[in-house]
T-cell receptor, first 112, second 112 residues
Framework: DSGVTQTPKHLITATGQRVTLRCSPRSGDLSVYWYQQSLDQGLQFLIQYYNGEERAKGNILERFSAQQFPDLHSELNLSSLELGDSALYFC???????????FGQGTRLTVV | SQQGEEDPQALSIQEGENATMNCSYKTSINNLQWYRQNSGRGLVHLILIRSNEREKHSGRLRVTLDTSKKSSSLLITASRAADTASYFCAINIYNQGGKLIFGQGTELSVKP
């Protein structure tokens, strides 16, 4: 168990809908990261938050947004969903930005 | 692309043999990390090697880093069927926060 909790584990939704993925980082970790894993793109970095502030951004679509709350949990919001958004979405956390990241079990999103 | 490239893409060996996976990248790094993923589940951190280190060991794992060649290798000795998984290298780039840029992974199959 990595100590990173993601909910829900599975999500099936229709095109055009909006979903929210939730992540609780390891206790004490200030950095939270979101990654997307798909067969064609592999593991892609989406966005990083550090202690509530956005720290780094990857190839995150404008339809996607995230935030980190004062209790350090994070949410990834995906809107106007398309079939191509079907993927595994991982959250990870780390104590510092130059240390190992601990990954949650992921949310498998299926857009139908 | 700064993305790490892994070689081979797939590797099939017998239990007891050694497995070697290679990773190359294109930019200066802060550290390089190796992760394992069992079929669509969360990533498990294996080892982190910093840019000023050349070799690290953890149990049956040995990682080398050659920053002049921008390459790293992961050696798993005396492999077991339970080592069957996908292995990813990920680079952390100095001054780009803690985000990780992942390679495409090596799929390792260890046959009993």
């Amino acid at each position: 168990d990595s100590g990173v909790t993601q909910t829900p584990k599975h999500l099936i939704t229709a095109t055009g809908q909006r979903v929210t993925l939730r992540c609780s980082p390891r206790s004490g970790d200030l950095s939270v990261y979101w990654y997307q894993q798909s067969l064609d793109q592999g593991l892609q970095f989406l966005i990083q938050y550090y202690n509530g502030e956005e720290r780094a951004k990857g190839n995150i679509l404008e339809r996607f947004s995230a935030q980190q709350f004062p209790d350090l949990h994070s949410e990834l919001n995906l809107s106007s969903l398309e079939l191509g958004d079907s993927a595994l979405y991982f959250c990870a956390s780390s104590a510092r930005m130059d240390t190992e990241a601990f990954f949650g079990q992921g949310t498998r999103l299926t857009v139908v | 692309s700064q993305q790490g490239e892994e070689d081979p893409q797939a590797l099939s060996i017998q239990e007891g043999e050694n497995a070697t996976m290679n990773c190359s990248y294109k930019t200066s790094i802060n550290n390089l990390q190796w992760y394992r993923q069992n079929s669509g589940r969360g990533l498990v951190h294996l080892i982190l090697i910093r840019s000023n280190e050349r070799e690290k060991h953890s149990g049956r794992l040995r990682v080398t880093l050659d920053t002049s060649k921008k390459s790293s290798s992961l050696l798993i000795t005396a492999s077991r069927a339970a080592d069957t998984a996908s292995y990813f290298c990920a680079i952390n780039i100095y001054n780009q926060g803690g985000k990780l840029i992942f390679g495409q992974g090596t799929e390792l199959s260890v046959k009993p």
